[in-house]
Every structure is written in C-alpha cells, then in structure tokens.
C-alpha cells in the first residue's frame, strides 16, 4: 500500500516446516500421532519471551473481574494493567499484555449483541441488587430504542422526601450518540443536588417530554411536586402545563441571569437586576424596579458540570449508564460525609440570642443552620415599628434600624402558632427570615415554633428510611470484598514460599469457590471435584486434619489406578457404560479422592 500512514505489522511467517499430525482412532478410542517434524528454518524464541506467545497469553476470571469492576470507576486501561502487574510481583509475571486487556473488554462487550440490548441487560442486573429500581424503554416502529429512563430506589425514596422542588434541563454530547440526557434533580437536607432520576431522548419533542414526565409520576407513585423549574425551552413549557397543571413552574435564574449578561451590555445593570430578581423586596419597592419576579435556585447547569466529569462523547449506552450511576454514588457520599459531619459535635455560638441558635444548631443540619445563623445576626438590626392587635392575629411591622423605609409585616396567630412575613421566604426557602427572628425575640421565644420547621431541613428526615447499620447492602458487599482481597494478599505472601502451602491454599481456595458458583448458579453438584467435599482436610474419624498425598489425589476416577487420569485411561473403553455414562453425569460412584488437576486441566 502506497498510502499507508501505519508502519505494516512485522513479517513473521518463514514458512517454517515444523508440523505435528494427529488423528483420532475409533478402536483405541484415543488420539495418536502420526507425524512429526522439529526442523526449524529460524530462530527458537528465548524462554524468557515464552509466556508472551498468544498462546500463553491468558487472563485468569479473577482478573478479568477486577479489571471491569475497576474499570467502571473510571480508571484506564493501561492504569488497571499497572495495578494488576503490581498484584502479580511485576510485570513479566501478568501473564498477559494491554492487548489482552482490551480485546477482553472488548469480549465482554460483544456477549450482548447490540448496544441497546446490552444497556436493557445491565439495567436488568442493576434491578438484582436494587429491586425498587424502575426503568422504562421506548421504541420506535422498527424497533429502534428512542427514549430510555431509570431510577434507582435510593432515587426513589429520596423523592418521597424532597420532590417538593425539583428542576430538569437537558445536555448534550455526553455519549456516542449525541442524545440529549435529561436528569431530574432535587435539594437535599444539605443543600445538596440530588438526582430523581434520568433519562435518554432522541429529540426534545413536547411527546418526548411528556412520555418522561408520565414515567417519572409512574416512578414515583404518582408524587406530583409543589413547583418546577426549568428552562425557557417551548416543548418544557407545554409539557409542563399540560401534565402539571397545578404546580408552580418557574424558569431557573441562571439562564435568566445568562440572557440579561450576554444580551445587555451594562455590567451595573445585569447587577442591579440579579440583587432585585433574587432579593427580598416589599411589592412597592419592587415597582419601583421596573422588573418581574422571579426567585429559584440554580442546580441544573452545576449538575452537568458534574456530570461532565464523569462522562465522554466516546461512551456507548452501557458505559454511560455505568458512569452515570458512578456519578450519582460519588454525590451520594458526599451527603453520607455530610451526614458524618453533623454528628461529630455543635458549632460554636456566635450570635447573642444564643437560646435559638443552639435550637437551631441541634435541629437543622450543618449546612442550613450556617444559612440559617445570618437571620439570627441580623435580627439584632431589626426593630418593631408597630404593633396592631386584632381580633385573629398581632401584625407586627418591622425596620432596619435607621432605615424606616425599609419594612415587612409579620401575622402572628398566637393559637396556632403561626408566623408569616411579607417577605416570603418562609414560604420560599422553609427557613424564617429575620423579621420572624426578630419577633420570636420580641415574644421571648426561645425554640422555633413547629409552624417554621420544614422536615426537609432537619436532621432527622431520612431516620425513618434509613437502615440502622447505616449502610447499605452494596455498601457492605464491596466492604467485604474489599476485606477478602487484602486478606488474600497477606495469605499468598505466605503461602508462596513453600510449594506444598501453595499447592494446599490453591485446591482449597478452588475447592471453596466451585462450591460457592455452584450454590449460586443452584447447581445441585459442583463443578470441580475439589469442592465435593466440604471437611476435604478432616479425617474419616472426624477429629484432626490431615494434607492428602499428591499421589491420592492424582489417582484417575475411572479405574482407580495412579500415575494417569480419566482421560488417558487405557481401561476406558472396557468400563461399563452406565458407568462412563455416570460420569459424564457428574456422578463419581464412590470415588472419595479428589482430583483438582483433572478439573484444573481440562477445557472447562
């Protein structure tokens, strides 16, 4: 080839005459040669080069599981081979190359024909260990997958507890197919994004949005939320009005704040404007501003900040599932951290209403109290213009001190307990403000009534659906794995040195985990005849242990005899049929030694 960029592989056929010739014959029931030639035309390969033949190059099921388990935190190839190679002692003693690794991998993918079928498969495991997770395909009339949504049972009940806001936006280019992944989030009691659940679309169609709306009500047992925020994009906004006729929706600040930027060039009045829009102004001053209200939060954008981290255009729908939800667990430790952190003590009291700032402190969590304590500092600048007694409630109109122009009025229904301030962000956050603080002070109040305390905030929300471990199962599954795997490598450190340690730690580790699979695949009989026996050490009187003899081990199933195996068994064919057939069966018919070199040998 004339225009070839790549360097051509290395010529390494010399028409070498090297043959050997086997045939099989019906008679003896063996294989027997009836060729062979050794006369090389080149080069012996140094044995030291020896295990990087293809033939030699194998990777064990231990490290084909370590490297994808590894893989799917996001660690390389090249990165995981380096580990493994650490692990084996250096690296002429893998076994194996990169190629190897990523043929596997590449292997590993193919077993499920077609990337929508493998993501519907992974999805399908998924549910084993999270029987609560729900995910929903949509395809179209050839039977192309369209739309794709999941949400894991975490997801779930952390919707229960705070879907009362949620917000979704769309991004882009975060997988091979360029489809556009929609991702429901929330506000935890932290104040920290939380994911509902996700979704793949093919186009941003008002169908496709309600068909993922629809999904996400079946999901969450038809929980609807008390408001939604969004984009400016038209098909959301039908969607929305269309589905949740009752809820607020609101369009996220952010993009608010990117339109009136990139669109006016005036730095002191896209300033001016995001103090109004997110500011707390009484309706006359408001006016004066000459602008709508608007108050949200942002979340989305900083979400798919986030989620860029963990996600690349090269992704197939698998892998992408997979970072996802790498993602989704990396946020939901940082909530566990959290949750940590609010054990560890008290934050030191820095305000002089000390009462209610330790109320507080004991009842919120770290982050909403520190949002909480400025009120409680700025309610000692506040003071209380008037006070109208009337037949339902006391109106207290509050200042500044030494700015009366600046004045809220808070309803107080002193039966119930009720407090409510003009400036609404009691009904907008769930904290109370400081003209609420300034009116408990003023009342010598010395908790938050029950009224100003939403559940969300505290620490205490999630106590009913927690587990009293604390962990969860996976959680605890790859603890103990994590466990057996150092365990393992301080026992192999020992048991190499010695030749009989070695052979004993293999046929007994083999023994366990044919035994294991067996159990696990509802196998009624193991595979490996090393984990026949569970007392394979224990004499036949039960008390002491013994090592079996190599030679008892070797000796073959079929006649009894030592110094071969079953397959080269020259009494094969004289053997009973029933019981060959037996055999082939699994049956051992009374043969009470073990023989994990056969098993270890063979094919399978």
């Known amino acids: ?115 929508a079928a493998r993501v519907l498969k992974k999805l399908e495991d ?35 507890l705070f879907g009362d806001v949620i917000a979704f936006d769309a991004t882009y280019k975060k997988n091979k197919y360029s489809c556009p992944l929609v991702i429901f989030s929330g506000v935890n009691h932290h104040n920290q994004t939380i994911v509902f659940a996700a979704v793949l679309i ?23 939320p008390t408001s939604i925020i969004t984009d400016g994009a038209m098909a959301i906004r039908n969607t929305v009005r269309d589905v949740f006729s009752e809820v607020r929706h609101r369009l996220c600040a952010w993009h608010l704040i990117r339109n009136a930027t990139s669109n006016v060039g005036n730095p002191s009045f896209t300033s001016k404007f995001r103090k109004i829009m997110l500011g707390d102004y009484e309706i006359p001053v408001f006016k004066r501003k000459f602008f709508a209200g608007f108050r949200t939060t942002l979340r989305c954008e900083g979400l798919h900040s986030v989620v ?16 996802f939800q790498r993602c989704v667990a990396h946020m939901r430790f940082k909530e566990f951290n959290a949750d940590y952190e609010f ?33 409680l500092s700025r309610a000692g600048s506040m003071r209380v213009l008037n006070i109208d007694n009337t037949d339902d409630c006391i109106k207290y109109t509050v200042c500044k001190h030494g700015r009366p122009n600046f004045m809220w009025t808070v309803d107080f229904r002193q039966e119930e307990m009720i407090f409510m301030c003009t400036c609404l962000r009691m009904e907008s956050f769930g904290i109370p403000c400081e003209h609420i603080v300034k009116v408990l002070v003023d009342r010598d109040i010395c908790e938050i009534p029950r009224s100003l ?24 599954v790859i603890s103990c794995q ?39 695949e509802g196998t009624n009989q193991p595979q490996s005849g090393v984990a026949k026996s569970s007392n394979l050490y224990v004499n036949q009187s039960g008390v002491g242990s013994r090592q079996p003899s190599r030679k008892k081990r070797q000796r073959c199933s079929v006649c009894q005899m030592e110094g071969h195996k079953k397959t080269t068994c020259p009494w094969q064919k004289d053997i009973d049929n029933n019981v060959i057939e037996d055999e082939a069966n699994g049956s051992d018919d009374g043969d009470v030694y073990p023989k994990p070199t056969a098993e270890l040998d063979s094919d399978n």
């Open 343 to 375: 054990t560890r003590g008290v934050p030191v009291m820095q305000t002089c209403i000390e009462l209610l700032e330790r109320y507080a402190a004991e009842l919120y969590t770290h982050e909403i109290f520190l949002f909480f304590r400025p009120f």
């Open 126 to 160: 998924m549910r084993l260990k999270d029987p609560q997770l729900y995910f929903k395909a949509c395809h179209d009339s050839r039977g192309l997958l369209r739309n794709l949504f999941w949400s894991d049972g975490i997801s779930q009940l952390d919707y229960q």
């Open 308 to 323: 860029g981290r963990y996600m690349g255009s090269r992704y197939d729908l698998t892998s992408f599932v997979e970072h």
């Open 482 to 520: 994590s466990a057996l795997v150092e365990f393992s490598k301080q026992f192999a450190a020992v048991a190499a040195k010695v030749p009989e340690r070695y052979e004993e730690t293999r046929d007994l580790i083999m023994g366990l985990y044919s035994s294991y699979k067996a159990a696990d």
């Open 202 to 224: 093919a186009d941003e169609t008002t169908d496709t949005y309600i068909w993922l709306l629809r999904q996400l009500m079946f999901a969450m047992r038809g929980k609807t």
């Open 1 to 115: 080839m004339e225009k070839r960029k790549k360097e051509p592989r290395l010529e390494t056929r010399t028409g070498c005459d090297v043959r050997m010739d086997v045939k099989f014959v019906p008679e003896s029931g063996r294989w027997h040669t009836f060729y062979f030639s050794d006369e090389h035309n080149h080069d012996l390969l140094d044995t030291q080069f020896s295990f990087m033949l293809p033939a030699h190059r194998k990777m064990s099921e231990a490290d084909i599981m370590q490297m994808m388990n590894i893989l799917k935190s996001g660690i390389s190839t090249l990165q995981i081979f380096g580990l493994l190679a650490s692990q084996a002692g250096g690296y002429e003693f893998v076994g194996y190359g990169p190629r190897d690794m990523y043929n596997e991998i590449a292997r590993q993918r193919r077993q499920i024909p077609g990337d």
């Open 453 to 476: 305390v939403l559940d969300r905030w505290t620490k205490k929300v999630k106590s009913a659906f927690n587990d009293p471990s604390g962990f969860t199962r996976d959680a605890v």
